[in-house]
């Protein structure tokens, strides 16, 4: 088996002949009204959960992480972020949520590797497990690439580099309960990338669609690579779909973000649903014994159990297998196997893992 934890090379060892994943499903979905009373459950099945959010100072982050203080029985929480000083009224709001809780920042610029080992450093010296982390930083750039001091752009980053980071020092203390890593993005979302240029360093490369499909394409096959290695952790990889929230954009463009605030999120919104039904969906990935760990014997320990009127998520041999779960904006199976099973073919999964080690490797100390 390969150590993902500490980062070893790939091997094919543990890999399958060919690569299967579960997809769009016609099955019966879970309502929202099911979810809630799924997460309302969560304060009765565990006590003293530990969890790390990241990029959850704002948005859908921000509002999973209060539906998790809302909900959970004497929860710790660290929330990694630039600003503490900005994050003050969430901290008082998160303790006035539940005053049995713990809730920590943890203040750094998570644009950059090192400073991403020191912030879970930190968190390392003062847990010995962790049950969630959950990953949903990010924006949309709409000028150049933003190369920083570790080579790689900066939105690519937030949304791909920056995760798995925390997905390999964090997972030596993920255990049960629920013992689950989810990543909010593009799961389902997945196409061509350029496998010649990862890090879209050659100018036309660089675009606003081409970003994108490489940050959602390459955290589903590092998310399958790392759940291959370790089935005692479950891996979500989620498109939330549109959600009325603050759209971060940068860019060198003004006019492009002049009309996204202006015009076309406005518009936008009349199609979205809310911050808050989107936390309480993400919580629901997050806690419930539907997206399990398959190596998890004992099923107390698999997440909240699974409510009877809520279906069955549809079977694979790829669930079997691994604790991978690419859900769409339902919280159900989806994605096009043939693109996936091409990418696997061709060892894209290999050369998107070696580049991500590569990246790890050549960060700025």
Not at 56 to 66: D, N, R, V
Not at 301 to 330: Q, T
Request: proline content about 4%.
């Amino acid at each position: 088996m390969v150590d993902t934890k500490n980062g070893a090379p790939w091997t094919a060892s543990n890999t399958s002949e060919t690569f299967q994943i579960p997809w769009t499903s016609s099955s019966p979905v879970a309502s929202l009204k099911d979810i809630r009373e799924s997460n309302r459950k969560l304060n009765a099945s565990y006590s003293e959960l530990v969890a790390v959010f990241v990029g959850a100072t704002s948005g859908i982050g921000q509002s999973t992480l209060k539906k998790f203080a809302q909900y959970a029985n004497k929860p710790r929480a660290y929330i990694v972020g630039r600003s503490q000083k900005a994050a003050l009224p969430l901290l008082k709001e998160l303790r006035s949520l539940n005053s049995e809780g713990a809730f920590a920042f943890v203040e750094t610029d998570i644009t950059l590797l090192t400073n991403i080992d020191k912030a879970c450093g930190e968190i390392k010296s003062k847990e010995k497990k962790i049950n969630l982390l959950f990953m949903s930083p990010g924006y949309l750039n709409f000028g150049g690439i933003e190369t920083n001091a570790d080579g790689v752009d900066s939105s690519i980053a937030l949304r791909y580099y920056g995760r798995m980071r925390f997905v390999q020092n964090l997972l030596p203390l993920m255990n049960p309960p629920i013992s689950r890593v989810v990543s909010v993005l593009g799961g389902g979302k997945e196409a061509w990338i350029l496998e010649d240029d990862l890090y879209l360093r050659k100018v036309s490369n660089y675009t606003w669609s081409n970003a994108n499909n490489h940050s959602a394409t390459m955290n589903t096959l590092a998310l399958k690579k790392f759940a291959d290695d370790n089935p005692d952790v479950g891996f979500v990889h989620v498109f939330p779909g549109a959600v009325n929230t603050p759209l971060l954009t940068r860019g060198r463009w003004w006019f492009v973000r002049l009309l996204l605030l202006w015009i076309i999120l406005p518009i936008l919104s009349l199609f979205t649903r809310s911050v808050d039904e989107a936390g309480e969906r993400q919580l629901f990935y997050a806690t419930s014994a539907r997206y399990a760990a398959p190596a998890i014997k004992d099923s107390s320990d698999a997440g909240v159990p699974v409510l009877e009127k809520i279906p069955s998520l549809k079977e694979s041999e790829f669930r079997k297998k691994s604790g991978m779960y690419n859900l769409d904006e339902k919280g159900e199976s989806v994605g096009d196997e043939s693109l996936l099973r091409k990418f696997h073919e061709r060892g894209t999964d290999k050369k998107v893992w070696e580049h991500t080690m590569e990246v790890f490797e050549n960060r700025a100390r």
